[in-house]
């Protein structure tokens, strides 16, 4: 194109030298600087900016992070630029997880990992970032062409698998564990590679996946969705040990036994509105910010009702009878650090007391007024045993799972401890033959 | 259960339970769920068999037993209708049922999720989640994949998006 436009100019000249009639010269003047024109603006399309290596605060419209490094001077940020540090999972390079990646890049992470196994298809078009030229290319190689071009300066690494099989699980491990190599001396030794994984997938087998690995690695990750009928969504933090795990509470159908048809309408095919997927980035990402760079707080879960425009927050401890034995892991060290994390709560407290001013508020305290710690009330009203719930309320679930599954072991159900798989492969394969 | 057609609850009641709650990546455990799948398997099929209800082969891809291969049919106006059918073992399995594929039918029908995955979400998820580690493959097949073609061939058959091989061999040949 550069070239073309180039020896298109020097024709022009040359035809102007050559030109007897005079009278052309004005036109053949126009025609040049219009080439000069569409010379500039390709040129301009064409060149990235180059890598910037420090993050500046500097406010000038050549600095791609001024407006970032503001959030510092404002108090809001304590330091920015650590932001740089990070290295971020993304599952699932959807209508949620597409735009989280774009925002995270524009915020300049350090380090980005996407993982779907899709293609982009024309029927995604109605949701935000991809586009129509990408039809056909994979979600993570489109995904990194738009974002490199976004900002050369964070990392981008496409793994384009199906982290649900056992060959995809084993790269998606790895690939967590793989330390980021810019920085490679941690502040804590930590198994994993990346500072949070954010999931952004559309069904349960996936998310029980990216469960399964966080409980293993001990890796905090937030969990994101938008439902099947396009107007609500939620972002849930699951920190191992400390919150709720992904398999702690059962899905409603499971739990309560009501009638599924009831829940589920018929067909696949899900509606999406890329309102709604926005939304559910942009609070996503927001929670990731607040975990990342520590300001604000961190909403271990936040509902999104887009038809009423409600807002629902709550917390989930975990279940002590988990299904998923990392989590039951992950919960016994949480307990054993309780002691530790007590005494640099309590440390902590009497830091900022120590600071504040230490004669009383008011002389007179007629009514014998005092201040009682939320905790010391919680304790004050907890039930004696633990098992105990409050009036009114019942446990869906049996308690007495492990007993079930006994009784059903000595019914219909089979000890095949005696017989060798090869025999029983012979057994089948004997039977598909007939 | 109150919605299952008797025949589908009789054969699913003669399906042996599992026992082991135990996935690929946990070793000897694994050999023993797989044991379990086998025998669950074996006694399916023979009992298919022996009430002339024949409907699937299928057996592992690879020695660890993570990959399946094999065929289903259903036989619609007297016509045997053929597909090929495959599914791995999820790494959350059991927790989690394997997701079975017709890759013959990707795209033929709306009841269905990339790759040629069946939709299994309303009439069958719940079930094997309720009902886990007991259920195995051939419980998700009983369940799962039988009803599905049930529900499906008639409508893709009688739409012409599926077509009889003889069929389609005259067409050619014309």
């Known amino acids: 194109m550069d070239t073309e436009l180039r020896s298109l100019l020097q024709d022009i000249e040359a035809l102007k030298g050559s030109l007897p009639d005079v009278s052309y010269r004005d036109s053949m003047a126009k025609i040049e600087e219009r080439v000069v024109k569409i010379t500039s603006i ?103 062409q738009t974002l490199s071009e976004i900002n050369p300066d964070v990392v981008l690494e496409s793994y384009s698998l199906n982290i649900t099989t056992v060959k995809g699980f084993e790269v998606f491990m790895e690939s967590l564990r793989r330390q980021n190599p810019k920085n490679s001396v941690r502040d804590d030794a930590r198994s994993a590679g990346v500072d949070l994984v954010l999931s952004c997938v559309d069904n349960y087998e996936a998310r029980m996946v990216v469960n399964q690995a966080c409980n293993e690695l001990n890796q905090t990750w937030i969990e994101s969705g938008v439902s099947e009928d396009a107007v609500s969504g939620h972002i849930q933090l699951l920190i191992p040990g400390e919150t709720a795990c992904f398999a702690c509470a059962p899905p409603l159908v499971v739990a309560s036994g009501v009638d599924e048809r009831t829940l589920k309408r018929e067909g696949v095919c899900a509606a999406s509105l890329p309102t709604t997927m926005g939304v559910v980035a942009g609070l996503l990402v927001q929670n990731a910010l607040k975990f990342l ?142 | 259960m109150e919605e299952w057609d008797p025949n589908t609850k009789s054969a699913l009641t003669k399906i042996p339970l599992l026992a082991t709650r135990a996935g690929p990546r946990d070793g000897a455990a694994w050999t023993q769920r797989l044991k379990e799948e086998y025998r669950a398997l074996i006694a399916y099929t023979s009992m298919n068999k022996s009430n002339d209800n024949d409907w699937f082969r299928i057996s592992a891809d690879n020695p660890e037993g993570t990959r399946w291969t094999g065929s289903c049919w259903y036989v619609h106006n007297l016509r045997r209708y053929e597909f090929r059918l495959q599914f791995d073992i999820p790494v959350t399995y059991p927790t989690t049922a394997p997701e079975i594929e017709l890759p013959e039918l990707d795209g033929k029908t709306h009841k269905m999720y990339r790759g040629g995955k069946i939709c299994l979400t309303v009439h069958f998820k719940p079930l094997w989640a309720k009902n886990c580690p007991r259920f195995g493959i051939a419980h998700a097949l009983c369940l799962g994949l039988a009803p599905w073609l049930a529900a499906e061939v008639p409508i893709l058959v009688d739409s012409g998006m599926v077509k009889h091989k003889d069929d389609e061999v005259s067409s050619v040949e014309s």
């Open chain 1, 42 to 144: 390709t040129k301009a399309a064409t060149s990235r900016r180059s890598k910037v290596k420090e993050m500046s605060a500097e406010v000038v419209d050549s600095n791609p992070y001024s407006r970032l490094m503001a959030l510092q001077r404002m108090g809001i940020v304590e330091n920015y630029e650590r932001i740089r540090d990070f290295s971020v999972a993304i599952v699932g390079i959807g209508g949620v997880g597409s735009v989280s990646a774009e925002m995270l890049t524009r915020c300049g992470i350090g380090r980005l990992l996407l993982y779907d196994y899709d293609t982009v298809e024309l029927a995604n078009m109605n949701r935000l970032f991809f586009r129509p030229e990408q039809v056909g290319m994979t979600k993570t190689d489109a995904a990194v």
């Open chain 1, 293 to 434: 760079l520590k300001f604000g707080e961190v909403s271990p879960y936040l509902g999104y009702n887009s038809l009423k425009d409600y807002f629902p927050t709550m917390e989930m401890r975990p279940n002590p009878q988990c299904s998923n034995s990392a989590c039951l892991e992950r919960q016994k060290e949480y307990l054993l650090e309780k002691p530790v994390r007590d005494a640099l709560a309590k440390a902590k407290n009497e830091a900022e007391a120590s600071l504040e001013n230490e004669s009383p508020l008011h002389m007179e305290n007629e009514w014998n007024i005092s201040v009682v710690d939320d905790s010391e009330m919680e304790t004050l009203n907890a039930p004696k045993a633990s098992d105990e719930l409050p009036e009114g309320l019942t446990r869906e679930l049996p308690t007495a799972d492990k007993h079930q599954e006994a009784a059903a072991l000595e019914g219909t159900s089979i000890s095949s401890n005696d017989v060798d798989l090869e025999e029983l492969q012979r057994q089948l394969d004997a039977l598909n033959a007939s």
